[in-house]
């Protein structure tokens, strides 16, 4: 039914047509179904009488808006209608073929509502399944993501695993071999402090001994070489405890790593698991609006691939000094020994040529004790030549003495008197020429005797320098430390 203003035959005509997109969205549904106008009854007087040509004069104005207007506009607008109080009852307002034209659009509006309603119903159960096997679908492709994601911390954290685990046995393979370092450097003091103590005895020998021989050469290269040995111990002993520190400190970086990484396995395993009859599930108002992520996957994976990379990087060099220590350690220890068996070798040539020297020595001075013994024999034997030609002066001398006695002109010139006097010359030079022999005699015999001062006294060097050599130095040389002992093992 239409207000007084209104053609009639409009509505039931022309009924009022269904929108095409009748499911609206479900946010709009609810506001749909209060926007409706619901069906507004006349509001034109009943006490008009029956007058067609008013009707349709009336009708054939503008339809009214009535309907969309508000509910202080109606009033204002119906009672600007003039009040009918004598009603004629035997006026009617409608027709029967209004009554069942207006039965019939009751019906279709019926059969309308039911069928949108129908609709309604058979749409939002189609939803409901269809929102259902998409949050269904929605959370098996997040748990099938958990999932993923599960498998590819447990990757990475089983390449944490095995790099750690590198790492470790890398760490303490270098620190064994840092032990090994610490241990020959130690042991290259003995070495070095046997070799000064020969080249302070060594400054004890005497006299011609006191030479820069080949020994006192070679002592000191060897201790040149056992500085240069400390040196180079020492560099490499402060780069393995960098490395240390550097392999530690990867390691920690990986231990971290590590923990965080078991701590995400076990949430994100936690949450992959969860379902929806799982106990402890509930509602986290705003939790999907909290962003405190730090990371991407690109930017996480890199995380981890580069702290894998920088344990690789430093197992590397660790393993690369580690072989440059056990290297050195064989140079070095080869180096010492060389340089060891060369001074050894140069004491015994040198302890050799000293007691040939000092045999020869003593057999120089045998020959010279056994000269004096001559010498002083002979020195003895002259002087007693000398005591037997006086007797034969005295008693030359003598027969002139007396035959000076004879009287006047027996004091002849005779062959008697000639060889007197020839025999006292003769006798007399023969005492002069012993005389002149002792002194020789003894001269030589002082030569001797200095001789026999210097060979023993040359003799006493010699014995001091073997022993120096011989008892001292070599006897300190044998507590040389083994090969095995300078490369670091006890």
Same mark, same amino acid.
């Given at each position: ?101 207006? !039965? ?30 998409? /949050? ?34 890398? /760490? !303490? ?16 003091? =003995? ?71 078991? /701590? ?12 929806? %009859? ?40 660790? =393993? ?29 040539? *040198? ?7 000092? !045999? +020869? ?21 002259? +002087? ?5 030609? %006086?007797?034969?002066?005295?008693? =030359? ?39 002149? *022999? ?44 083994? /090969? ?7």
């Amino acid at each position: 039914m239409e207000r007084v203003g209104c053609t009639l035959t409009s509505t039931y005509a022309h009924p009022r047509p269904t929108p095409t997109n009748f499911l609206p969205a479900i946010s709009t549904m609810a506001s749909s179904y209060r926007d409706r106008f619901p069906h507004s009854n006349f509001t034109h007087s009943l006490s008009l009488p029956w007058r067609p040509s008013t009707y349709y004069k009336v009708a054939s104005s503008y339809p009214s808006v009535a309907p969309y207007c508000t509910r202080s506009q109606r009033v204002s607008e119906n009672a600007m209608l003039p009040f009918v109080s004598n009603r004629t009852t035997f006026f009617t307002r409608y027709t029967p073929d209004d009554w069942y034209r207006s !039965n019939l659009t009751n019906y279709q509006e019926s059969n309308t509502s039911r069928h949108n309603s129908e609709k309604l119903r058979v749409d939002t159960s189609r939803l409901i399944q269809d929102k259902y096997q998409q /949050t269904r679908k929605t959370q098996a492709d997040t748990t099938q993501n958990l999932g993923e994601r599960v498998n590819d911390i447990g990757f990475w954290k089983s390449e944490i695993i095995h790099e750690l685990d590198e790492m470790i046995g890398e /760490t !303490n393979a270098l620190i064994d071999v840092k032990k090994r370092l610490e241990r020959a450097l130690m042991e290259t003091e =003995a070495p070095l402090q046997v070799a000064r103590e020969c080249l302070f005895h060594r400054e004890k020998r005497m006299g011609i001994d006191l030479v820069h021989d080949e020994v006192e050469t070679q002592l000191l290269t060897e201790v040149d070489t056992i500085l240069c040995c400390q040196e180079r111990m020492k560099l490499h002993l402060d780069k393995a405890i960098a490395q240390l520190a550097a392999d530690r400190a990867s390691q920690h970086e990986l231990e971290k790593d590590l923990s965080d990484k078991q /701590t995400a396995y076990r949430i994100d395993d936690k949450c992959h698991h969860l379902r929806n %009859t799982s106990d402890g599930v509930g509602y986290f108002c705003g939790v999907e609006r909290v962003d405190a992520t730090v990371s991407v996957p690109e930017s996480w994976a890199k995380f981890t691939d580069d702290n894998i990379l920088r344990s690789q990087s430093e197992r590397a060099a660790s =393993a690369k000094l580690r072989d440059d220590i056990e290297n050195l350690l064989v140079v070095t220890a080869n180096e010492m020994w060389n340089q060891f068996n060369k001074v050894n070798l140069c004491f015994t040539n *040198r302890i050799a040529e000293t007691a040939d020297a000092k !045999n +020869k020595i003593q057999m120089h001075l045998a020959k010279t004790l056994q000269e004096i013994f001559q010498t002083e024999m002979t020195i003895e034997s002259i +002087k007693k030549a000398i005591k037997d030609k %006086t007797a034969f002066l005295k008693v =030359a001398q003598t027969r002139l003495d007396e035959r000076t006695r004879r009287p006047n002109i027996e004091l002849c010139r005779d062959m008697a008197q000639l060889r007197l006097v020839n025999e006292v010359h003769e006798v007399d030079d023969t005492i002069q020429t012993l005389q002149q *022999r002792l002194r020789d005699a003894e001269d030589t015999l002082q030569s001797l005797v200095h001789t026999k001062a210097t060979l023993e006294h040359d003799l006493a060097v010699k014995a001091n320098s073997l022993y120096i050599d011989q008892e001292k130095c070599m006897s300190m040389r044998k507590s040389y430390p083994n /090969t095995l002992r300078l490369v670091g093992f006890c």
